[in-house]
Nanobody, 127 residues
Framework: QLQLVESGGGLVQPGGSLRLSCAASGFVLNYYAIGWFRQAPGKEREGVSCISNSGGVTKYPNSIKGRFTISRDTARNTVYLQMNSLKPEDTAVYYC????????????????????WGQGTQVTVSS
């Protein structure tokens, strides 16, 4: 059974940091492009970052660039999202997802491309 499990969310003060993990079971994560998405109450799901199957390509929206970093750990079959300089507007449920059809060294921030999703982890940025 293919499964993605996110962890690492929590409550953090503005300016703080968190590292989210996306662990896979039932398949080898680095065969696929992996994306991180978030959804705040009343808002549409937003692409936060993605990483290609090789790890050689990463993408971020302008609102995130320079603050978040996505990475892979092949040995642990896990993808991480390091989030620094967190702001209250980063508050959301964060999801990771796998794109089974992404071309080699490609990833996109469009959630419609992703097939398998985790259950999400809550990130709250508040003083």
């Amino acid at each position: 059974q293919l499964q993605l499990v996110e962890s690492g969310g929590g409550l953090v003060q503005p300016g703080g940091s968190l590292r989210l993990s996306c662990a896979a079971s039932g398949f080898v994560l680095n065969y696929y492009a992996i994306g991180w998405f978030r959804q705040a109450p009343g808002k549409e799901r937003e692409g936060v970052s993605c990483i290609s199957n090789s790890g050689g390509v990463t993408k971020y929206p302008n609102s995130i660039k320079g603050r978040f970093t996505i990475s892979r750990d092949t040995a642990r079959n896990t993808v991480y999202l390091q989030m620094n300089s967190l702001k209250p507007e980063d508050t959301a449920v964060y999801y990771c997802a796998a794109d089974h059809l992404a071309a080699e060294d490609m990833c996109v921030l469009d959630s419609s491309h992703y097939n398998d999703w985790g259950q999400g982890t809550q990130v709250t940025v508040s003083s």
